[in-house]
């Protein structure tokens, strides 16, 4: 090793770079080649369609009512069920925190929706809701209806089926955001004689909204790629056909690689600016350090 | 200091809501399980009779071993990669600043970002041209995508939590990289390993989109299989495939359970201290 060869080492040392950083490069490698890669080649096959010029495929998706729609249809049944699960996380997590009996038993019991998969909870939801299940026995025993509510087969089972799925999630990282807050902060405001809701409002609330944001866009991301739910609880046709359908039909049914992949794109790009969106709503916050002290 | 469960009025909304949501989820869960020991089950409150044949028949119908086997090698193959390639990069990024270390931070978190189907359909695209789907090789492939980044940002936490110093002082000692990790950082380290490694094979097992988009037929794991026996219905007995769902769910609430034993849920993003008192 020469002298000048230790000397550029040294000085890229000094900036934080050395032989450690090596360690980076299997992750690196793998991510770049299953992620960035074939998304760069999705990216030149969406602007290849066999016919037409380079946004053709582009121009197709958006010209097409059948397949521009499908990006509002999933934003209707994204956002709304991301924003429910995120809002009734707050206040459970609220009354969580802290310690009390039954609490490990509680978090166990709603962690338990995570494992059920998109495919149980739809099988489950057929059998609770549809016409004969519990549910409709229940309204129609109780005299609230006088025939069964449609609640499969529609907008409401992709709604419900992403709740069930959605909001023990939301409910673990809300509830470990919270946790993560100081609870002295809230006490000594409470010495100053704040109320729940000043104490809720002024201080925590505050402290809590970026990890709000962030819980809210990884529910939402959750919530986008609703795809088996979709398909099995929902009205594949129409009311439910979401963007992922669209990109599937033309990949597996069609055989439209070029439409298949400017549907993803375009599903990513939507995906992206609503995160970016809430991720820059954030960045206006607080974004030090909650659990007080030395954080 | 115990907190009371008693009383105010917006505790008996908040606990009325968790009370809907369970007894919501009690019934759809129990629906699949009552129809799936059921002999048939048409307009009434519970099936007039019950039976376990339909698991015999979920067994032998949806060659039930063959996809147990391949959903167990996935898993243990994603679990296993992942936490190798991913533990390293966890600790670079907890420890280091570097030029760009805020990038690497980002390209990492884009694969968690992104639905499956959207960067899984052109990645199904790719792995057919090399002719690496429809084969394990390619599920394994595509189920690392969002994996290897779920071990590095679970992992982060794990290890920034680890005192330097112990490392200075090793170093110190004249230990070099891999002695540090042998010997100090994967001993403590055990605990988050394990649980990233379980919960990386919890989202294996639930993993659709990726699994659908580049399974052949004899690669499918279980969610695969049960989408396609649930999406063909008419063609089998509705609670055979709820005895099929039943036994994914009971799998995955195994894998769970044992989950929970090494970690606990609500610190995985911010790791507090659980009574700071």
Known sequence: MTASTLAVRHRLAERGVDRQLLLLVPATVFVVALFVYPFCYGIAVSLQPAQGGALAAYRTFFTDAYQRDTIGTTLAIALPAALINVLAAVPIAYRMRGRFRGKRLLTTALVVPITLGTVLTAEGLLNFLGPTGWFNRLLLGAGLVDQPVTLTHNYWGVFFSLVITGFPFAFLLVLSYLSGIDPSLERAAATLGAGWAQRFFRITLPLLAPGLATTFCLTFVLAFSVFPSAILVGDPAGSTRVISIAAYEAAYVHYDYAAASAAAIVMGAVELVVITVVLGLRSLLYTGSTAGGKG | ?277
């Open chain 2, 1 to 277: 200091m115990r907190r009371r469960i008693v009383a105010s009025p917006g505790a008996w909304v908040v606990w009325g809501l968790v009370a809907i949501f369970f007894a919501a989820l009690a019934g759809v869960i129990g629906s699949v399980v009552v129809n799936s020991f059921g002999v048939r089950w048409f307009d009434t409150w519970l099936p007039p009779d019950y039976t376990t044949r339909w698991y015999g028949q979920a067994w032998t119908d949806f060659t039930l071993l063959p996809v147990l086997t391949v959903t167990l090698v996935v898993c243990l193959l994603v679990a296993g990669i992942s936490v190798l390639v991913g533990v390293p990069a966890a600790y670079v990024l907890a420890r280091r600043r570097f030029p760009g270390s805020r990038l690497m931070y980002l390209l990492f978190l884009l694969p968690i970002l992104m639905p499956p189907i959207t960067y899984g359909i052109p990645l199904a695209t790719v792995l057919y041209k090399y002719g690496l789907a429809g084969h394990l090789s390619g599920v394994v492939l595509a189920n690392l995508v969002p994996s290897v980044p779920f071990v590095i940002l679970t992992m982060t936490p794990f290890i920034e939590q680890i005192d330097p110093a112990v490392e200075r002082a090793a170093r110190m000692c004249g230990a070099r990289t891999r002695h540090v990790f042998a010997s100090i950082l994967a001993p403590l380290l055990v605990p988050g390993i394990l649980a990233a490694s379980i919960l990386v094979v919890v989202r294996t097992v639930g993993m659709f989109e990726l699994t659908f988009l580049t399974a052949g037929p004899d690669s499918q794991t279980l969610v695969v299989a049960l989408f396609y026996s649930m999406s063909a219905a008419g063609i089998r007995a509705q609670q055979s495939v709820d005895a099929m769902a039943v036994i994914y769910c009971v799998m995955m609430l195994v894998l769970l359970v044992v989950a929970l034993r090494f970690v606990n849920p609500t610190q995985l993003v911010a790791r507090v201290k659980e009574d700071p008192e």
